[in-house]
């Protein structure tokens, strides 16, 4: 998978240099970029190519599996992210204070409204109404036996079992600099990136079963994956989260994240739903990135 992805990724750029797209990074703008091995990638005007986001501001690769195959047991889409910039990973939610008329929304209505080249389900914070963080702000910081899952400033991503939130304090120094911060889980990943085998631990029975799920991994600061895999049909029932630990770990990552899933698994993608969600399901919140390219100009 990760070679395929590579390959797709060194098509692109081939085709970009031949088009024009691809101009000579500018010195000084590559040396202020957060991450200037990914800000050299960006092409000089965001275009779509195919099932991919090549922009100024992300490159957003992906791969539609229709069937189960030999990683996971339902139909998926996997989205490979760079960013130049950990700030374009963005989070659209429900009673934003820049936007206090937002409320819970269909995806499709509220990526349309943010100019989304790429948006998923995030962890239904409304719901959780624990440890939070949305673009920078805090919206809830408290103690907690979820899992986290906090994307910082710097580009890194880092997930914390739910025993490490046992006191107010240790809360609050672990959402220090956090751009994001999810709250659901649960992590997916050993320390050292190896897959969990059981999860019968968590003691919640329905987490547990074969169910839609979304999730987010980390190769890098700048470098992330998104798994979105769709269930609640004969032919599509779903996957466990011992497979989707087995995925992350197959694709490399360093920290894998389970997010919110079931009926609220959606996948927004160069103006349309993808995949095959199982329900309309209003969300109080979203992972997006923006589209810069002509297409998606407003």
Known sequence: ????????LIRLLSLLALTGSLAAPDPAAVCSAQFPAYAAL??????????????????????????????????????????PDVHDLKTW?????????????DIATAAWQSGAAFAVNGDSYAVQGVNAV???HVLNACVSSYD????????SMQTIPGEKLQSQAAVEAYLQNAWQA???????????????????????????RVHPRTAIGYFGPGHYA????????????????????AYFAF???RQAYNLDGGGSTHLWFHGSERGWPSEACELSDFIYIEDRSREGAP
């Open 93 to 105: 939610y429900a009673d934003d204070p820049e936007h206090p008329a937002r409320s819970d929304a």
């Open 182 to 208: 999810w709250s659901f889980g649960p992590i997916l990943l050993k320390p050292d990136g190896s897959p969990v085998h059981d999860f019968s631990g968590l003691g919640n029975e329905y987490l547990t």
């Open 148 to 155: 986290l899952c906090i994307l910082y400033e710097d580009g």
């Open 251 to 253: 694709l490399g990552c």
């Open 226 to 245: 998104i798994v979105s895999v769709f269930g609640y049909r004969d032919d599509l029932p779903g996957v466990t989260l011992e497979e989707l630990s």
């Open 42 to 83: 960006m092409p000089a005007e965001s275009v779509w190519i195919s099932e991919n986001y090549c922009g100024s501001n992300a490159l957003i690769l992906t791969e539609t599996h229709p069937r189960a195959d030999e990683h996971l047991s339902s139909a998926y889409v996997y989205t490979e992210i760079y960013l």
């Open 1 to 8: 998978m990760v070679r395929s992805i590579s390959a797709a």
């Open 134 to 136: 949305r673009n920078g």
